[in-house]
Structures are given as C-alpha cells and as structure tokens.
C-alpha cells in the first residue's frame, strides 16, 4: 500500500494528497449504494469460478515453501563442490520470490505460479540450468520438466505436485542472501547482465504495482474483474497483439490511485470511464520515472524514436522503465478502444440498476466478419507439432502487422484461440487460428485481392526463424486460405452456426477464385512499399503450401494437399501442460525492435467524472515526462516486447508462387 504523498506544486492545494503521479480526482467514501453493487459483482465472480478455495491456496503455498527449500539445499551443495570456505557455504542462503498473477493476488484455479531464484554472484547462470535442473528432474512430485535458455527470459518450466511452475534466475554481486533482501533497491542493477535484470524485472514491477495502490483489497477485486472481462471478450494476450496481465494490472493501478476510497465496483465503472476518454499516445504511468545512470535502455519518446510509434504506452513502474504494451498494433488497439467503449456503456447501465454484471463478461462474437484467413501449421509428429505450433503462435502477431500494412486492409483480427484438427494419417497432425479481415471498399466497385505475398512474407520468416532456432524438420508445413463466413459455416458444423451468420457488412464475397502468379509478379501495394518490392524472398516450393479453394473449403483444391478436416467454432484449448503452456515461450527474440519513421505527436489526456455529475474534474493520467540527464541504449528490451522480424520493404522478389490467395469482393447492386 502506498504511502499518500502531500502535493508540493504550486498549483495544486498544499491538502492535496497523490497516490501516483497526479492528483487523485475524488475521495469520497463509498455509499450504500456503492457497497451492495460490490457484493453483487463479487457473486457474479464467483459464478464464473474466478475464485480458489483454502485448501488450493494452501497448496501452493507449500509448494513454494517446498521449491525454496530445494533451492536453499542445493545452494550448500554447489558451494561443498566448489570448496568454498564453510563460513560460506552456511551464510549462502538462497531467496525464490514469485511475481506475476500470483503474486498480485488474482491468479485464477489452475494458473501457474511465475518465481525467481536469486543466488550469489560467485553462481554461474549455467550451473542453475544444469545442476539445479537435475535435482528437481529426480524430485517424484516433479513432472514435464524443460530448461528453456536460448529466449529473451531463460527459464525452467515444469510441474510440481499438480502445479505449473516457470523458474527463472538472478545472481546479484554479493556472496550471500538473506531472507531480508529488498530487491527494489536499484543499486542491485549495478553491473548485472540483461538476462539478470529482465529475470529481476518481473518481481520488482509486480511489488511497485502492489506499493502503488492505496487499498489492496479493491485493487485484487476489481483487477479479477477486468481480467475475467478482457479475457472473455478475447483482448487478453500480449503475446497476439493485446495486452496481457501486467498491462490491466497498471491500469486497474491507476485507476485507483485516481479513487482512493473507492469500492471495487466504483472502480470498475471509473476504468472504463477513465480509459475511454483516454487520449493516445500519452502515458499511463503509476510513478514518475526514476533516474539512474546504469546504461539501460527505458521507455522514452524524446530520446528513442521508435518509441514515439507506440499506441498505448503503458509504462512499467520499476526501473529501467518499459512499455508493457508494445506489441499492439492498429487492429488490436482499436478493438481494445471499441471494448472499452462497450465497457463503458454496459457499467453505466449497472450503475443505473438497468443491467447487471452478466452483460459486462458476455463472450464475445468473433464470427462476425464477412472474410477470414484460416492459418494452418502442420507436422509429423506430436513431439515437432509442440515446438512447431509454438514458434508460428508467438509470431501470428507478424502476419497481422503484414496485412495491416495492406492498403486494401483496414482490419486483421486474429482470434486468440488456435483450433486444433482431428488427426490425419496422410496430413499428420494439425492446428489452425483464425484471422477475421475488414478490407477498405466503398462498395462502389468491384475489386480483386491478392493475399499472396503477404502470407509468403510471413511463411519465409517462419522457416528461417525455425532453421535458426534449430527446431525445422522435414514435414514441418505452414499454409494458409482465404474463406468467406459462409464458408466457414460449412467448416465448423458444430452447431454454432448463429455465432457464424451475424448480421454481413458490406460487401458480400463472391465464391473464392484460384489463380496463378508468375514469377517475380507483385500483388497488391503495400503502405510504404514501392511497386518494384516485394514481402518475399525466395519461395521453398517444397515445403509451403497456400491453399484454395474454388468453391468450398471443404472442396478439393488445386493444390496437392488434401483436403483439410473440419474445424470446431469452439476453441479448444490444447493439452495443459508445461510443454504446450511453455512452446511459445521458447521463441522470444533477443533483437532489438527496428525504429520505423513516424512523426512525434504528443496529446493531452484528460479524466472527468461522469457528465452527469454537477461538478467536472479533469485530472492528466500522468504528467509529462521528465529528460533524464543520460540514457544510454543498449541490447536489453522489456521482457513483455517482443520484436519484429520482418522488414517493412522486403527487396527481394518471390522467386516462384505456384498459387495465390485472391479474394474478389462485388459491391451489392439493387
């Protein structure tokens, strides 16, 4: 809980108190009124299972109990093998800390639980992944055990006694530690490499977020709210493009530092209120940023011009500061800000007893687009299915970008959920994720679209990111189709056909039209692309396959793949285990994001209360950043930004294209 801070600004009441870096805009104390509303938002959660009884929280309790335990004991064993004086070895201590959803407190039945392990600095990296790695593979609770070291975070993944658990690692420069460490202090940053630092970033933002709220309790609540909410209208992945867990825990963070004394359920309706009225690109921010001079890279738009192209920068709250949400793009930021807005109008009406909880968390409908691409990775085997299907998911977000930069489209919407396929002897074992698209038509004419080379843009990063992975082999396939929603109808007969057939936009689709490009020919242009470039480079016609279909998916194609089997509306998720939870996590990248041109635009946000209020308070959701004296950039990036690895102009030309991925749109005509 943080400590209220009296404004010292000579334009602010000397009375004021702040919780973060603003004034809050009301104190008020919650009414009766405010508190039944709580109760009932409490029982709606609870009827969504949102809650873990005594007895699984006592659980994991003991399993981290247990895990440290582990650690501490094998810490004296290393120090025994390397002959340390005795002194040593029985001052060396040992500390694991979890962070992450847990750690907050809103973690869900079933989450795994994220934990650090901090050792002495005389501990190499290697040894933890090795020597440790070994001692909890004989443990009999343990199971599904993977070291993972070559991704932006190294970690061990496994299950512990029923429990997923991702342990990663610290050495900090001392020769012991004791139970009393504070890891907030930035002096131990000092001289760590980036693997320590962003190892150590985890748990330093999840403890400032929890010191920067005023009451932890209405945090937790309502934090499980907007997660249950987000997760449910499928905006709930940093991963694909959306925000994740640490993104809705600083704005839920906000919020309340803005309403101090606010109930949960007050600041459910303040967050959608709050951020609809938000203006980007300007920062959410719980702090103001901190200074240090230990040569590592921050989030700041004055300084990194690839900074200034952030959407909504969400700014984590320890240093070196980072943009938790820099994996949005155009699509998902505005389905984001549409969400929102529909947040916004469903608490209003709870607020006036006119709707009740239940509307807020309705699913959403992502069958509601006339067009979708349906993405398709395919192997021989469960064993490169794993590591197959986990590189392409961490990626999808790559493909999205590639389509946006399509002028003839406005909207690529990915659903979240990727759908596995009944196995096929003859096609091996596939998994697919659905791409909803809006394309930019008047419906005035008619137009033709071609798909092609966006796709085979993404499918050459594929395979090169697998061969430099080292996981590509022989029957690892990546391809991808272009249906209509009446088609996909017919593809997922599973009686869902009325989430298919919402309401059609226009324009309606004709029937899809195969067709062949030759060599080296462009398709459509592409925003920032001259005509004379291309989003491919040479094409391995041995491996990628780009269906279509004439008529019907479930219809033999041209192509000499079979036909695909049918595919299920309801996105089943994949075995939970630590292989499939952890697949994705393997392929994080280590290079630094490309610092595209884009001019630098600042906007001021306001926050006021409700219109019906007769008095309107704006207050900023942060002030304006402050120019550190220096900021040096090196090779550490935000442990929640991945990067891009397709160039936005391409120079080399698709060598050959056997087929193409066109979709004709005819306007209606009356």
């Known amino acids: 809980m943080t400590a209220p801070i009296k404004s010292t600004s000579p334009l602010i009441p000397e009375t004021q108190i702040c919780y973060g870096p603003t004034p809050s805009i009301s104190e008020d104390l919650p009414e009766e009124a405010d508190l039944i509303q709580t109760r009932t938002l409490i029982e709606s959660l609870k009827s969504y299972g949102v809650f873990e009884d005594d007895l699984e929280l006592q659980h994991r309790e003991k399993v981290v109990k247990r895990l440290e335990s582990l650690y501490k004991e094998w810490l004296k064993e290393i ?316 990626k999808i977000r790559l493909l999205v970008g590639t389509l946006e930069r399509n002028v003839e489209i406005s909207r690529a919407h990915v659903h979240l959920q990727s759908f596995p396929v009944p196995r096929n002897a003859e096609e091996g074992i596939n998994t697919r994720w659905l791409i909803g698209l809006i394309f930019n038509t008047d419906g005035s004419r008619d137009q033709n679209i071609d798909l092609t080379l966006n796709f085979l843009s993404f499918s050459d990063t594929m395979y090169s990111l697998a061969e430099s992975c080292k996981v590509y082999e022989e029957g690892m396939t990546l391809s991808a189709r272009c249906v209509t929603r009446d088609s996909l109808s017919v593809m997922i007969p599973d009686g869902e056909h009325r989430l298919v057939f919402s309401p059609e936009p226009e324009p309606t689709a004709s029937c899809l039209i195969p067709a062949t490009v030759a060599a080296g020919q462009t398709a459509t242009k592409r925003k920032g692309c001259s005509d004379s470039e291309t989003p491919a480079k040479k094409i391995r016609t041995d491996k990628e396959s780009v269906c279509v279909s004439s008529v019907s998916p479930l219809q033999s194609s041209t192509s000499s793949r079979p036909a695909s089997p049918s595919l299920s509306p309801r996105a089943t998720e994949r075995p939970h285990s630590a292989q499939t939870e952890t697949s994705s996590k393997k392929f994080e990248s280590d290079e630094e994001p490309p610092e595209p041109s884009c001019s630098d635009s600042s906007a001021g946000v306001s926050l006021s209360q409700s219109p019906s209020q007769s008095v309107s308070t704006k207050r900023a959701l942060t002030p304006e950043p402050e120019t550190p004296s220096k900021r040096v950039k090196t090779e550490l990036a935000p442990p929640t930004v991945e990067l891009s690895d397709v160039s936005l102009c391409p120079t080399k030309p698709a060598a050959v294209v056997k087929r193409a991925i066109k979709i004709q749109l005819i306007s209606r005509r009356n």
């Open 79 to 394: 120090c025994v093998q390397m002959n340390l004086p005795k002194y040593v070895t029985e001052m060396v201590g040992g500390k694991i800390l979890t962070f992450g959803s847990y750690h907050l407190g809103v973690h869900a039945k079933g989450a795994d639980i994220d934990a650090l392990c901090v050792g002495p600095g005389f501990l190499e990296r290697k040894t933890f992944f090795t020597s440790f790695f070994e001692k909890l593979k004989a443990q009999k609770e343990v199971k599904d055990i993977w070291a993972i070291e070559e991704t932006f975070v190294p970690l061990i993944t496994m299950i512990y006694d029923g429990i997923e658990i991702d342990l990663v690692f610290a050495q900090l420069q001392c020769k012991s530690i004791s139970d009393s460490l504070d890891l907030l202090n930035n002096s131990w940053l000092r001289g760590l490499d980036k693997h320590c630092v962003r190892s150590l970033n985890g748990y330093r933002v999840t403890e400032e977020i929890l010191r920067a709220v005023p009451n932890i309790y209405n945090f937790r609540l309502a934090l499980r709210a907007i997660k249950l909410w987000a997760k449910r209208r499928n905006i709930y992945s940093n991963m694909l493009g959306f925000l994740g867990g640490v993104s809705w825990a600083i704005m839920v963070a906000r919020v309340c530092q803005l309403y101090p004394n606010a109930t949960a359920s007050t600041l459910v309706i303040k967050f959608f209120l709050a951020f609809d009225l938000w203006e980007s690109p300007t920062p959410i921010n719980l702090k103001r940023p901190e200074t240090c001079d230990f040569n590592l890279p921050v989030w700041h738009p004055r300084v990194n011009p690839s900074d200034r192209c952030h959407l909504m920068p969400i700014i984590t709250p320890a240093y070196p500061e980072q943009n938790s949400a820099a994996n949005l793009s155009a699509s998902t930021f505005a389905i984001i800000k549409e969400e929102i807005k529909r947040g916004r109008v469903i608490t209003e009406e709870i607020q006036q007893n006119k709707a009740d909880w239940s509307k807020l968390f309705e699913t959403a409908n992502f069958f509601k687009y006339t067009h979708y691409i349906v993405l398709q990775a395919s192997s021989a085997t469960e064993k490169q299915h794993l590591e197959w299907v986990g590189l392409v998911e961490s």
